[in-house]
């Protein structure tokens, strides 16, 4: 599966290279008005550059997960973790996090990498190496404090709550993510971002009256200053219940005029009307239950542990190899379903677009994705097989051309 899931990701990758390769000296005739060849151009670079180094990425990352599994290397941290601690509890919690930063460290020099070079490169990168640590630093700080508690009572319900632990494993996982997405606009993107109420009156006062028009209760309107790490503009909705806010990257008010901007929010509120948010959560809980089933049976087999190069203990609990295991190579299993999730965001992203046309001028929002296209250097031309089985957005050419039917 490893190997074919390779296989597909580059033969996907060569398709990408060659097809936005073929076309970059080239704009698409519906962008020629509004796109410059020298933005084109860009754009291709940027993608080109991207499908280089997820390439090494990709290549990289199956190495280590082949290392880890088929030739030991889990095997190699757990009897380490077995030397160092005397307590079964502490050796598990000691196993996944000696997994966590390994990996992590790994991952360190392409996420240097990617932020310092390649983003930078193509002058997206505005972030610091001081600030990068302050990241890292508060990242760590945060996965202690929520990770190791839903760790331990998770490790806890597989020792002690008998057969059906993955049931309740589950909805102690649907509680901790429901805690996150309620803490996540007031105290954890704060931690990181600085967050100011929308000085723009009149602005603020359209977005309002959109709101009101939509039947959308809105908790406030803030501008992150997303400019501190990145030129990449973006805005979008947190937040649950009563307590949903928007907030606009101060890149992107720099660009958008306000008729754009109310376009796109036009666009996430569609998401909303359509449930598109709801549905999701529904959808990704319901998958959830099915893999916390799933690994409660695997964990109980012994050809699981082994046929992946780990030797479950027999003096102990094996809950901690089970986890890390299931983790390290359910994606592997998972991803011929990619295309099917991409097909199920683009549908929304079309319903998302129809509600906003419907709401606001269509031309508006045509305005605003094309300046997002153009300042993200997002590629006009992607290869129509490997946008359908990666894209969650529609290609430029076909979105922008059903906005224009429908403003006709």
């Given at each position: 599966m490893l190997l074919a899931g390779v296989v597909t990701r580059l033969w996907l990758a060569t398709r990408q290279t060659r097809h936005v390769a073929r076309h970059r000296n080239t704009v698409p005739p519906e962008f020629a008005d509004r796109i410059g060849e020298t933005s084109h151009r860009r754009a291709a670079?940027?993608?080109?550059?991207?499908?280089r180094f997820d390439v090494v990425s990709l290549l990289f990352d199956s190495a280590v997960l082949v290392g880890l599994t088929l030739?030991?290397?889990?095997?190699?941290?757990?009897?380490?973790?077995?030397?160092?601690?005397?307590?079964?509890f502490v050796r598990q919690l000691l196993l996944v996090g000696m997994v966590a930063a390994l990996l992590a460290l790994l991952d360190l020099p392409f996420t240097l990498w990617r932020q310092f070079v390649l983003e930078s490169r193509f002058g997206f990168n505005r972030m610091t190496l001081r600030l990068f640590a302050s990241d890292a630093a508060k990242g760590v700080v945060l996965a202690v404090v929520l990770g190791l508690p839903l760790l331990s009572a998770l490790l806890w319900l597989m020792a002690e709550a008998g057969r059906y632990w993955w049931l309740w494993g589950w909805g102690l996982w649907v509680v901790f993510n429901?805690?996150?997405?309620?803490?996540?606009?007031?105290?954890?993107?704060?931690?990181?971002?600085?967050?100011?109420?929308?000085?723009?009156?009149?602005?603020?006062?359209?977005?309002?009256?959109?709101?009101?028009?939509?039947?959308?209760?809105?908790?406030?309107?803030?501008?992150?200053?997303?400019?501190?790490r990145s030129a990449h503009g973006n805005a979008y909705f947190t937040g649950l219940g009563k307590n949903k806010r928007i907030v606009f990257f101060d890149t992107l008010l720099s660009r958008l005029a306000p008729e754009e901007i109310e376009a796109v929010l036009a666009h996430e509120l569609g998401h909303f009307k359509h449930?598109?948010?709801?549905?999701?959560?529904?959808?990704?809980?319901?998958?959830?239950?099915?893999?916390?089933?799933?690994?409660?049976?695997?964990?109980?087999?012994?050809?699981?542990?082994?046929?992946?190069?780990?030797?479950?203990?027999?003096?102990?609990?094996?809950?901690?190899?089970?986890?890390?295991?299931?983790?390290?190579?359910?994606?592997?299993?998972?991803?011929?379903?990619?295309?099917?999730?991409?097909?199920y965001s683009r549908k929304h992203e079309f319903e998302a677009d129809r509600y906003a046309s419907e709401q606001t001028d269509p031309a508006n929002l045509i305005s605003a994705l094309v300046k997002l296209y153009d300042d993200n250097a997002a590629t006009l031309t992607p290869d129509p097989v490997h946008s359908a089985f990666y894209d969650s957005h529609p290609p430029a050419t076909l979105r922008i051309g059903r906005l224009r039917a429908a403003a006709s």
């Amino acid at each position: 599966m490893l190997l074919a899931g390779v296989v597909t990701r580059l033969w996907l990758a060569t398709r990408q290279t060659r097809h936005v390769a073929r076309h970059r000296n080239t704009v698409p005739p519906e962008f020629a008005d509004r796109i410059g060849e020298t933005s084109h151009r860009r754009a291709a670079d940027y993608t080109l550059a991207r499908i280089r180094f997820d390439v090494v990425s990709l290549l990289f990352d199956s190495a280590v997960l082949v290392g880890l599994t088929l030739l030991g290397g889990l095997q190699a941290l757990s009897e380490l973790a077995s030397a160092v601690a005397s307590s079964d509890f502490v050796r598990q919690l000691l196993l996944v996090g000696m997994v966590a930063a390994l990996l992590a460290l790994l991952d360190l020099p392409f996420t240097l990498w990617r932020q310092f070079v390649l983003e930078s490169r193509f002058g997206f990168n505005r972030m610091t190496l001081r600030l990068f640590a302050s990241d890292a630093a508060k990242g760590v700080v945060l996965a202690v404090v929520l990770g190791l508690p839903l760790l331990s009572a998770l490790l806890w319900l597989m020792a002690e709550a008998g057969r059906y632990w993955w049931l309740w494993g589950w909805g102690l996982w649907v509680v901790f993510n429901v805690c996150v997405m309620l803490l996540f606009p007031t105290v954890i993107a704060p931690m990181f971002n600085k967050f100011t109420p929308l000085a723009d009156q009149s602005l603020a006062e359209r977005i309002h009256a959109l709101a009101r028009r939509t039947g959308f209760s809105l908790n406030g309107l803030f501008v992150m200053d997303g400019s501190k790490r990145s030129a990449h503009g973006n805005a979008y909705f947190t937040g649950l219940g009563k307590n949903k806010r928007i907030v606009f990257f101060d890149t992107l008010l720099s660009r958008l005029a306000p008729e754009e901007i109310e376009a796109v929010l036009a666009h996430e509120l569609g998401h909303f009307k359509h449930r598109h948010i709801t549905k999701r959560l529904v959808f990704a809980f319901a998958v959830s239950l099915a893999f916390f089933a799933l690994l409660g049976w695997l964990a109980q087999q012994t050809w699981f542990y082994t046929g992946l190069g780990v030797m479950p203990a027999l003096d102990g609990r094996n809950d901690a190899l089970a986890l890390i295991l299931f983790f390290l190579v359910t994606p592997v299993f998972t991803f011929p379903f990619t295309p099917v999730a991409s097909w199920y965001s683009r549908k929304h992203e079309f319903e998302a677009d129809r509600y906003a046309s419907e709401q606001t001028d269509p031309a508006n929002l045509i305005s605003a994705l094309v300046k997002l296209y153009d300042d993200n250097a997002a590629t006009l031309t992607p290869d129509p097989v490997h946008s359908a089985f990666y894209d969650s957005h529609p290609p430029a050419t076909l979105r922008i051309g059903r906005l224009r039917a429908a403003a006709s």
